[in-house]
């Protein structure tokens, strides 16, 4: 029996050091200081001028275009008057991924999805004042900061400030973390 095209993507992205000589972060700071934004002209630097085989070519060229186009989603959202939203934000995703090799960011046009194998939160840039933090705690009781919210999350919290993504919070997110594996 094949692996699945997840575990072939895994194996691809974990074997980019050894095959390339790079990581991917090493890759897409290349591409991303080119400023080529095409996925041919990407192919074409990776293959001519470093000598990359065509299959880990077309991977690294794919995940620099998504990390481009994730940087602009991200962007828009924090845009305009949702700009002092930002810090905030960097420091969700950076708890987020503390919690593990596995958390995916997956920016979506008015939110992002924080995910393992299924999704464990979600930041919503709600007004220019406050983010919505949805949790997927399902089966715990509402509190009065963590509210009943969908079916998607089943708790939010609502936060302004950087202060208000206290300890108490980063525990029900890493609660779900723990619970999406």
């Given at each position: 029996?094949?692996?699945?095209?997840?575990?072939?993507?895994?194996?691809?992205?974990?074997?980019?050091?050894?095959?390339?000589?790079?990581?991917?972060?090493?890759?897409?700071?290349?591409?991303?200081?080119?400023?080529?934004?095409?996925?041919?002209?990407?192919?074409?630097?990776?293959?001519?001028?470093?000598?990359v085989?065509?299959?880990?070519?077309?991977?690294?060229?794919?995940?620099?275009?998504?990390?481009?186009?994730?940087?602009?989603?991200?962007?828009?959202?924090?845009?305009?008057?949702?700009?002092?939203?930002?810090?905030?934000?960097?420091?969700?995703?950076?708890?987020?991924q503390?919690?593990?090799?596995?958390?995916?960011?997956?920016?979506?046009?008015t939110?992002?999805?924080?995910?393992?194998?299924?999704?464990?939160?979600?930041?919503?840039?709600?007004t220019?004042?406050?983010?919505?933090?949805?949790?997927?705690?399902?089966?715990?009781?509402?509190?009065?900061?963590?509210?009943?919210?969908?079916?998607?999350?089943?708790?939010?919290?609502?936060?302004?400030?950087?202060?208000?993504?206290?300890?108490?919070?980063?525990?029900?997110?890493?609660?779900?973390?723990?619970?999406?594996?």
């Amino acid at each position: 029996m094949g692996s699945s095209p997840e575990d072939q993507l895994a194996t691809m992205l974990a074997n980019i050091p050894d095959k390339t000589g790079k990581t991917l972060p090493e890759w897409l700071a290349i591409v991303a200081k080119s400023g080529l934004e095409k996925h041919g002209a990407i192919l074409k630097l990776l293959k001519e001028q470093h000598g990359v085989t065509h299959g880990f070519a077309n991977l690294i060229a794919t995940k620099a275009r998504e990390t481009s186009e994730e940087v602009d989603l991200v962007s828009a959202q924090y845009a305009g008057p949702k700009e002092t939203l930002r810090p905030l934000y960097e420091d969700i995703v950076k708890f987020a991924q503390s919690l593990g090799s596995d958390v995916e960011i997956a920016p979506k046009k008015t939110s992002v999805s924080l995910r393992r194998k299924k999704q464990f939160a979600l930041i919503t840039p709600a007004t220019k004042t406050r983010i919505d933090l949805g949790i997927a705690l399902k089966g715990e009781n509402p509190t009065a900061r963590l509210e009943s919210y969908n079916a998607m999350c089943s708790h939010r919290v609502r936060l302004e400030t950087v202060t208000d993504f206290d300890d108490e919070v980063k525990g029900w997110v890493k609660e779900a973390y723990s619970r999406s594996g």
